[in-house]
């Protein structure tokens, strides 16, 4: 099994600090970190500096929300939810909300933006299809509504509670030229080069999204009309990055690193929802208890960043390496 990009980006930073490495298990993504005598553990940027009770709440939607605004941090007003009875009730309430699987990743089975009983009926299903049979039994059989709330999904990392790495996420999207149609349009794309970018993939995920704007693989969008082909801002689907770490509101960094704090995360990727993130205000949506670090070491607009190295000072610094 070949190492994976998540974990390779730490590998080749933990060599230029004379740490060494040995792979555990066939999957790529958990290996022992060595250096003089010093032992630790790591899945990809999952480290023994996160225990289980943190993890357990930052691997579900409601319970980081719920953990959340029990300290007083901004986050949407949510639900759960156990069928499309309640999540109608949900609707007929905020008129425009999110529906999502509690543990799902990288998008996996979210609609955003539901306003109508068709598209509610379609985003329960969808989500429900995508939830984890492994997720903890006492919400095995329930997904997340949420309020939706206006603005761009960013990502906000934290380190030892005092880094800060940020991103702006942008969803895939294809650009029209009046001739292609959206299929031969994401082809293209597929075929630009430029390093670290996903490949977009036509899947039902996919196919959702445009269902929702009246369109199909078959349309052939106007001369520079742009179209998004997913709702989520996720690189894994083909989405694109660009670092704003100097021009985030210090407000939202001091605001990230309180609730890194109260989650009990030294290692916490923070998706934030906001119009403006040279302004204050905005949501947390959600946790990675386990945050990709090449989407600031590679970004594709804007300097890169190097967490990689910072959490790896980190854990030497408490004794862990």
Known sequence: MKTSPYAKVILKEAEKLNITHKKIGTSGSAFMLSRKDKHTFIYQ??????????????????????????HGFPVPTFKLIRDYKEALAFLKKHKKIVIKPLSA????????????????REAVNFAFANTKKKIQSTYSKC???????????????????????????IPAYVVGDGKKNIRQLIWHKNRQKKEHK??????????????????TLQSVPDEDQRVYVRRT???ATG????????????????????????????????????RDYTDDKGYFIEVNPIPGFMIHRYPHFGRPRNPAKVMLQTLIKKGLL
């Open 45 to 70: 940027s999952l480290t023994e500096m996160i225990g289980d009770p943190a993890y357990v709440i930052a691997s579900n939607k409601y319970l980081t929300s719920f953990t959340l605004k029990k």
């Open 105 to 120: 990743n990288r998008g996996k089975g979210i609609t955003i933006g539901v306003k109508t009983r068709e598209e509610l």
């Open 143 to 169: 997904i997340i509504a949420e309020k939706a709330v206006p603005g761009d999904d960013h990502r906000v990392l934290v380190i030892d509670y005092k880094h800060v790495f940020a991103i702006k996420k």
């Open 198 to 215: 996903k490949r977009i993939i036509i899947d039902e995920g996919l196919e959702h999204v445009l269902t929702r704007q009246d369109l």
């Open 233 to 235: 801002a996720n690189l």
């Open 239 to 274: 989405g694109e990055s660009r670092d704003i770490t100097d021009k985030l509101n210090p407000k939202i960094k001091e605001m990230a690193i309180a609730a890194a704090r109260a989650l009990k995360m030294p290692v916490a990727g923070f998706d934030f929802m906001c």
